[in-house]
């Protein structure tokens, strides 16, 4: 068993020597010797070394220490200073990827790169292809970064993005698609309006891709690539939830069939998870804001006609909620770097209309705003507007009364979402009365502040107004 062990040894001590030259490459230019001078000798780079520590070489032969010139980064910290590992690998790794960039076309033109094209990664020395869809909705998922140094392919509708190499960035993951997405065996993506998840960077050095937006029918979005797995870089950050689509408005009566209320908005995606930093050095990845919830639908009208039936207007839609905030952010590397930070809460979409009062009838409710998204140590999100009451219209009795704000959202440790204004009362004329606004709604609850109440709705522009909302309650800050 001898000649298999030389053989590993080999092997091993070839990709170590084939690494080290690599990080050498990169590091050469903060390596580089100054300008040539005549008279630039041993003492001049003493002196320099010295000056760059904060030692001044007197004249007397002494040399004085000035500790004010060194600012000292506590391992976890983003400080800058002489002990900022953080910025100190940046550097490094700025070089490192600079020089695998120039050495790409060359393993490209000698074939290396197609010889070595295993599994999904691209080659040796290589970055990986982007995500990509064909016309008939076929998705061709991104690759990952070479084995020695790349960087990932970036995500497409939905998917995720490539990982890095050995060294190498992972890619970002792609926004979430509206359409009908399909694998390369024909069968349908479950989940593709969802962002794509970031690739991770690569197992040595690099830097995790950022999460996917999700599209905008309450897409969720995708979690932050972690950064290196042995080594350093920054984790992604989390994609943004995708904003909610709005409710579909209400059928109008017919002469047999009432008015129908508006459908309510589809809820604001939740924001994704940031990545963790590299294990040894670098800053985590925030979380994803929560998307906007989707307005509620309008109401339907009323029919002119006199009826036997019920002839109000129809209600509208609820607002969807706002999305959550991604729960978790990214971890710092234990010896340099800062965590990431939590998003904020989606807003909470508007109320729909309520629909126009039919014949000796009354003007629909506005729809109640949705609930502003929570977030545990970001902020809370607004609580979306009430709807404004149907109008009277031409021959109805009364005007719609507006619809409630929705509740702001909570936060733990912050701040928590103000609560939505009441909706305006319904429009009215010829003498009869307006519609009553709406209520405020509610603030969230906060473990610093908490939101403000919702303001009371307009009584709008009849001859006999109605009377103004209330505003709602502000919540008392959570225990604890």
Not at 24 to 42: E, I, T, V, W
Not at 70 to 75: E, Q, R, T
Request: aromatic share 4%.
């Amino acid at each position: 068993m001898t000649h298999v062990r030389k053989g590993i040894r080999r092997s091993v001590v070839g990709a170590t020597s084939a690494v080290g030259a690599f990080l050498a490459l990169g590091m050469g230019p903060l390596a580089a010797a100054p300008a040539a001078h005549a008279d630039f000798g041993f003492d001049d780079a003493i002196d320099s070394l010295l000056a760059s520590f904060g030692w001044d070489d007197s004249s007397d032969g002494t040399a004085n220490f000035d500790a004010s010139s060194i600012d000292v980064a506590l391992p976890g910290s983003a400080a800058g200073g002489l002990f900022d590992l953080e910025g100190i690998y940046d550097m490094i790794y700025g070089g490192v990827h600079s020089m695998g960039d120039m050495l790409i076309p060359i393993f490209d033109l000698t074939g290396i790169n197609s010889l070595l094209a295993f599994g999904d990664s691209c080659g040796l020395v290589c970055d990986g292809a982007n995500a990509s869809l064909s016309d008939d909705g076929v998705l061709t998922v991104a690759q990952n970064g070479g084995l020695l140094f790349g960087d990932g392919g970036n995500g497409f509708a939905g998917s995720a993005g490539g990982d890095g190499g050995l060294i190498g960035n992972g890619g970002d993951g792609g926004v979430g698609a509206l359409g009908v997405i399909k694998d390369a065996e024909g069968n349908v993506i479950e989940g593709a309006n969802n962002g794509g998840d970031g690739g991770a960077g690569g197992w040595l050095m690099g830097n995790g891709g950022n999460g996917g937006v999700g599209a905008a029918n309450g897409g969720d979005g995708g979690d932050g690539g972690s950064a290196s797995l042995l080594g350093a870089g920054a984790g992604g950050n989390g994609g943004v939830g995708g904003v909610g689509s709005a409710g579909a408005r209400g059928d109008n009566a017919t002469n047999t069939t009432a008015a129908e209320a508006g459908n309510k908005g589809v809820a604001g995606g939740v924001g994704g998870n940031g990545g963790n930093g590299g294990s040894l050095i670098g800053s985590g990845g925030n979380s994803g804001a929560g998307g906007a919830g989707g307005a509620g639908g309008a109401g339907g009208d009323g029919t002119l006609a006199n009826t036997t039936f019920d002839n109000n207007g129809g209600n509208g839609g609820v607002g969807g909620e706002g999305g959550a905030a991604g729960a978790k952010a990214g971890t710092a590397g234990i010896l340099g770097g800062s965590a990431g930070t939590i998003g904020n809460g989606g807003v909470g979409g508007v109320g729909g209309a309520g629909g126009t009062a039919g014949f000796g009838a009354t003007g629909g409710t506005g729809g109640t705003g949705g609930a502003g998204g929570d977030s545990t140590s970001g902020n809370g999100g607004g609580g979306g507007a009430g709807g404004v009451g149907g109008a009277r219209g031409s021959n109805g009795l009364a005007s719609g009364t507006g619809g409630v704000g929705g509740a702001g959202g909570d936060s733990a440790t912050a701040t928590g979402g103000d609560g939505g204004t009441g909706g305006a009362g319904g429009s009215a004329s010829g003498g009869l009365t307006a519609g009553d606004g709406g209520h405020g709604g509610a603030g969230g609850a906060s473990g610093e502040t908490a939101g403000a109440a919702g303001s009371a709705g307009a009584d709008n522009n009849g001859t006999n107004p109605g009377a103004g909302g209330q505003g709602g309650a502000g919540a008392a800050p959570a225990a604890g």
